[in-house]
C-alpha cells in the first residue's frame, strides 16, 4: 500500500514538475521573440512619417 501512494505522489508531482518546466520554456520563447520584435515599430514609423 504504501509503494502504492508513493508511486501516485510521484506520479503527480512528475506532472506539476512538466507543467513548471513547459511554462519556464514557453515564457523564455515568448521573451526571446519580444527581444527581437522592437525593429517592427521602428520599421513602421519610418514608413508612417
Not at 512528475?14 to 523564455?28: D, E, K, Q, T
Not at 526571446?32 to 517592427?40: C, G, H, I, K, L
Amino acid at each position: 500500500m504504501l509503494v502504492f501512494v508513493a508511486t501516485i505522489v510521484l506520479y503527480v508531482f512528475g506532472f506539476v514538475f512538466l507543467y513548471g518546466v513547459i511554462r519556464v520554456g514557453v515564457r523564455h520563447g515568448i521573451q526571446d521573440a519580444e527581444a527581437n520584435r522592437p525593429e517592427v515599430p521602428q520599421r513602421r514609423q519610418l514608413t508612417e512619417v
